[in-house]
């Protein structure tokens, strides 16, 4: 069974720091998306990431792809309250459109 | 433009009933997917149609499970009979027919509570 791990499962920080979240697995990715959802809401896509190595910046979130296409990281700079979500990673696998869903990280930004 | 949305947001229903959802796609997003979220589990794939056939539907968890897409706009996923287990959060996402494997586009979701 695949599975994509996150970590950490919860961060709690002040406005201005910055923070690192991890997806890991040991499958291989075709390509692998981060999302953030709020209560209430579906999964908002942020960036799809498909090629090993790949890096991708989104104002203050930098997303990058690891080289081998298992892992995956998510960093924010200087964060904000507004970036107080879930986030989750997701990888798909060659052939299929199927979304393989990473277990979260709960982001609290304190003002 | 609309987005995907979903009815109801919320069903609190019996074990044994039966449970229908539904799901708008945006308009001309030929690819559907359904996917759950059970409490304290992650999201997962349940089914994907493109216009009105099932082109995967490797991750329905059982018979008690029917999706359909007639015509190929609105989907309807029935449960029956609703056992206590299928309590959770069940996500309809869209796509256009070349970008499925890059942008999935996902309606609130639908609470569903089996009792």
């Known amino acids: 069974t695949q599975l994509l791990e996150q970590s950490p499962q919860f961060l709690s920080i002040q406005e201005g720091e910055n923070l690192t979240v991890y997806c890991n697995s040991s499958?291989?990715?075709?390509?692998l998306q981060w999302y953030r959802q709020e209560p209430g809401e579906g999964p908002v896509l942020l960036v799809t990431?498909?090629?090993?190595?790949e890096v991708k910046k989104l104002k203050r979130l930098t997303f990058q792809f690891g080289d081998a296409r298992k892992d995956s990281s998510l960093h924010i700079t200087a964060a904000q309250p507004g970036d107080t979500g879930l986030y989750l990673c997701?990888?798909?696998?060659?052939?299929?459109?199927?979304?393989?869903f990473g277990t979260g990280t709960r982001l609290k930004v304190l003002a | 433009e609309a987005g995907v949305t979903q009815f109801p947001s919320h069903s609190v229903i019996e074990k044994g009933q039966t449970v229908t959802l539904r799901c708008d796609p945006i308009?001309?997003?030929?690819?559907l997917y359904w996917y759950r979220r059970v409490m304290g589990k992650e999201i997962k794939f349940l089914l994907h149609?493109?216009?009105?056939?099932?082109?995967?539907e490797s991750g329905m968890p059982n018979n008690r499970f029917l999706a359909e897409r007639t015509g190929g706009t609105y989907s309807t996923l029935k449960v029956q009979p609703a056992e206590l287990e299928d309590s959770g959060v069940y996500f309809c996402?869209?796509?256009?027919?070349?970008?499925?494997?890059?942008?999935?586009?996902f309606g609130p979701g639908t609470r569903l509570t089996v009792t």
């Open positions: 996402a869209s796509s256009l027919r070349d970008r499925g494997a890059y942008e999935q586009y």
């Open positions: 499958s291989v990715f075709s390509s």
């Open positions: 990431v498909v090629t090993g190595g």
């Open positions: 997701a990888g798909r696998t060659s052939g299929t459109y199927k979304y393989i």
């Open positions: 308009s001309g997003h030929d690819n």
């Open positions: 149609f493109v216009k009105e056939s099932k082109q995967d």
